[in-house]
T-cell receptor, first 116, second 113 residues
Framework: GAVVSQHPSWVICKSGTSVKIECRSLDFQATTMFWYRQFPKQSLMLMATSNEGSKATYEQGVEKDKFLINHASLTLSTLTVTSAHPEDSSFYIC????????????FGQGTRLTVV | GDSVTQMEGPVTLSEEAFLTINCTYTATGYPSLFWYVQYPGEGLQLLLKATKADDKGSNKGFEATYRKETTSFHLEKGSVQVSDSAVYFCALSDRGSQGNLIFGKGTKLSVKP
C-alpha cells in the first residue's frame, strides 16, 4: 500500500518556540492531506484539510495563525506550531488520500510534541 | 454532530480468545464505517470498512457488520494472537472519502501468550 512518512516522531521544545512537522507521501502524489490531533485518552480530532497549492481549510475552533499548514508540493505538507505552549503538547498525525477517488487514507506514524 | 463511541480499554485477552470491541455511531445520512489499527510505533492502518447497511467488512480474521438499525459496527475476531496487540479505532466518514474521519477514542488490546 501507499506509504506516508511523518517526521519527527517526537519532539521536545521550549515554550514560545515554533516546531515544524513534516508529512510526506513517499510513493504517490497526494493532492489532499489531513492533520489530526489526539489528546491522551481522547479521539483523533481533525484539525485541518491541506490542499496542494491552496490555503488549508481549518476545522472550527482551530487557530489558523497558531497552526500553520503549508502544502507546497504534491508529496509534502507541513504543520508548524507557532509560539508553542504546554497546552499544545499532544500527538499530531497526518494522513493523505490516494487519488483519484480518495477512497482510502494512509496515515503517518504520528508526532509526539511536548512543550516544556 | 456526528460521533463515534467505542468501548473503553484496555482490553486484555489470552491467545486464542474471542474478541469483541463495541462501536456505535451517530450520524445524519449514511456514513461509511471503518476500523483502523495502530501497532506500537506505527501509523494507523485501515483494517476493514463497510460503506452501506448490512455490509460486512473483513480482513486478517477480523470482521465487522454495518448495522443501521442499531447504529453499530462492532469488531470481532474468533481467535486472537499476540501479534494482534495494538490500538483499534472505529471511525466514520460522512463525506464519501476517508480524508475527513471522525474517530472513536481507541481501544488498546493486549493479547497474552
Amino acid at each position: 500500500g501507499a506509504v506516508v512518512s511523518q517526521h519527527p516522531s517526537w519532539v521536545i521544545c521550549k515554550s514560545g518556540t515554533s516546531v515544524k512537522i513534516e508529512c510526506r507521501s513517499l510513493d504517490f502524489q497526494a493532492t489532499t492531506m489531513f492533520w489530526y490531533r489526539q489528546f491522551p485518552k481522547q479521539s483523533l480530532m481533525l484539525m485541518a484539510t491541506s490542499n496542494e497549492g491552496s490555503k488549508a481549510t481549518y476545522e472550527q475552533g482551530v487557530e489558523k495563525d497558531k497552526f500553520l499548514i503549508n502544502h507546497a508540493s504534491l508529496t509534502l505538507s507541513t504543520l508548524t506550531v507557532t509560539s508553542a505552549h504546554p497546552e499544545d503538547s499532544s500527538f499530531y498525525i497526518c494522513s493523505a488520500s490516494l487519488p483519484p477517488l480518495d477512497t482510502e487514507a494512509f496515515f503517518g506514524q504520528g508526532t509526539r510534541l511536548t512543550v516544556v | 454532530g456526528d460521533s463515534v463511541t467505542q468501548m473503553e480499554g484496555p482490553v486484555t485477552l489470552s491467545e486464542e480468545a474471542f474478541l469483541t470491541i463495541n462501536c456505535t455511531y451517530t450520524a445524519t445520512g449514511y456514513p461509511s464505517l471503518f476500523w483502523y489499527v495502530q501497532y506500537p510505533g506505527e501509523g494507523l492502518q485501515l483494517l476493514l470498512k463497510a460503506t452501506k447497511a448490512d455490509d460486512k467488512g473483513s480482513n486478517k480474521g477480523f470482521e465487522a457488520t454495518y448495522r443501521k438499525e442499531t447504529t453499530s459496527f462492532h469488531l470481532e475476531k474468533g481467535s486472537v494472537q499476540v501479534s494482534d496487540s495494538a490500538v483499534y479505532f472505529c471511525a466514520l466518514s460522512d463525506r464519501g472519502s476517508q480524508g475527513n474521519l471522525i474517530f472513536g477514542k481507541g481501544t488498546k488490546l493486549s493479547v497474552k501468550p
